[in-house]
Each structure stands twice: as C-alpha cells, then as structure tokens.
C-alpha cells in the first residue's frame, strides 16, 4: 500500500495552499481518510478528517480556514487551507484507515507560512 502527498511548499501568511494524498496498492476498503500535521518540538496531531459517507471532523484550530474532501473512486482525499497563519507550518501527513482498521500514513509534505 502506498500514500503518496503532494502539494506542500512555501506561502505567505494570509495565502493558500492545497493538499492532495492517493492511496493504491492492496488496500481492502478505505473507511476514513485525513490530514495531520507535526509542527517543529510538537507532538502530531488532527488537522481534518472525512468518512467514506463525507461526514467530517476539524481541529478546533482549523477555524474555518481549512476543507477536506474526498474522492472515493480515486482514493484520494484533499485539503484546502486558506488564510494561513505562521503558527500552520508544519510537515503535513495523510492518513488512511482501512475497513480492517488498519492505518497507513504518508511520507508527509512540509508546508511553511512565512509572516
């Protein structure tokens, strides 16, 4: 199984960047897909997450700023992140969680807001 991210960089306090993450291989049935982030000296945590259905969850940090969605057909899901503060860089990790309750997790994507 492969996660596989794109769409990190460098932006602007104030800009936006979006984020998109494919899972393929010998998946058996992907049931959540989300985003976590680990800032510099953090622990990782939540960012947003989407059932299969498209019931979603935000960190409360998110405020608005941010919209995870899915495609189920592509196993892929996407973040959009828009108003970007200095205090959201961080290195970006997608993460899967199979039917079997199995989780699989990207190689990350780095994102730096510049103030």
């Known amino acids: 199984v492969q996660v596989v991210e794109s769409g990190g960089g460098l932006v602007q306090a104030g800009g936006s960047l979006s984020l998109s993450c494919t899972a393929s291989?010998?998946?058996?049935?992907?049931?959540?897909m989300g985003w976590y982030r680990q800032g510099p000296g953090k622990s990782r945590e939540l960012v947003a997450r989407?059932?299969?259905?498209?019931?979603?969850i935000y960190a409360d940090f998110v405020q608005g700023r941010f919209t995870v969605s899915r495609d189920n057909a592509k196993n892929t899901v996407y973040l959009q992140m828009n108003s970007l503060r200095p205090e959201d860089t961080a290195v970006y990790y997608c993460?899967?969680?199979?039917?079997?309750?199995?989780?699989?997790w990207g190689q990350g994507t780095p994102v730096t807001v510049s103030s």
């Open positions: 993460n899967v969680v199979s039917s079997l309750r199995v989780d699989y």
């Open positions: 291989g010998s998946i058996f049935s992907i049931v959540t």
């Open positions: 989407i059932s299969r259905d498209g019931n979603t």
